[in-house]
């Protein structure tokens, strides 16, 4: 049975940290318009009730009152809450990989909205990235699933982290504690990231909890790249999305 409450767990970094790997978007003021463009959007889907909540998590300790004003000024304020600390406490090669997930951590233990999961689905979302057609992705996900995620084997084993659902079962045995594992540090030559380290974590963890490797309906993503600053929107007729789309159709097996 599907759970009654979709909770839309939005990661944010205002004030990134000097010295983050792969990442050309650092201007604070244009990362406050990225959350708050996406915000805004997304602020649409709760009034059309597809989701029950909004929480906005950010850990750069950063003024977030004009995010707050935006709330606000649509009357949605009972249903967003936002959690704030600094959590970039780490050296900055670690990644952001790292940092997300520990701030994930932070808001799982801090957000009123995310104290009694017994009935919500959580939808992790990097904050900057609208998912155009998350109704459909939510709609067509498993009833009974502990964790819901994209893996791909083509070009390299990973797992996308943009967008993850998961339940309180499947947070407490593949999320929690687990950020650590997610660092950028690698021995010299070897290729890494922390979405192939998830993927290691995700294969490692199919006998423990109940995983959906696949969305069923491939998200389009609109937003801006963090690492190249370039504008990321996917439409029904992206060469890349109809190719990804039709190789699931025909091809369910290939994983790109």
């Not at 909540?53 to 967003?80: C, M, Q, T």
Request: charged fraction near 25%; include cysteine; hydrophobic fraction near 40%.
């Amino acid at each position: 049975m599907k759970p009654s409450n979709n909770v839309l767990l939005l990661t944010a970094t205002i004030t990134p940290m000097a010295g983050s790997p792969a990442l050309a978007r650092t201007d604070p003021s244009l990362r406050m318009e990225d959350y708050k463009q996406t915000l805004l959007l997304y602020l649409g889907l709760l009034k059309k009730h597809v989701i029950s909540h909004i929480v906005f998590a950010e850990n750069s300790g950063a003024d977030l009152a004009p995010i707050k004003r935006l709330v606000l000024d649509h009357g949605l304020e009972a249903s967003v809450e936002f959690v704030s600390f600094y959590g970039l406490d780490f050296d900055a090669a670690k990644g952001r990989g790292y940092g997300e997930f520990k701030l994930v951590d932070y808001a799982m233990s801090h957000a009123h909205f995310l104290a009694d999961l017994s009935d919500t689905m959580v939808w992790k979302c990097t904050g900057r990235y609208f998912i155009r057609n998350l109704e459909k992705v939510m709609r067509r996900a498993p009833a009974d699933c502990d964790l819901l995620c994209h893996c791909r084997d083509y070009p390299y084993r990973l797992c996308d982290l943009y967008l993850l659902a998961w339940n309180r079962h499947g947070y407490e045995v593949a999320i929690k504690g687990n950020y650590p594992l997610l660092a950028e540090n690698s021995p010299p030559g070897q290729y890494t990231m922390p979405e192939t380290h998830f993927r290691q974590i995700v294969d490692g963890l199919k006998k423990q909890i109940s995983v959906a490797p696949r969305f069923k309906t491939i998200p389009e993503i609109d937003g801006v790249r963090g690492w190249n600053n370039k504008r990321y929107l996917d439409r029904w007729y992206s060469p890349r999305l109809l190719a990804r789309r039709a190789v699931a159709l025909l091809f369910p097996w290939i994983w790109i």
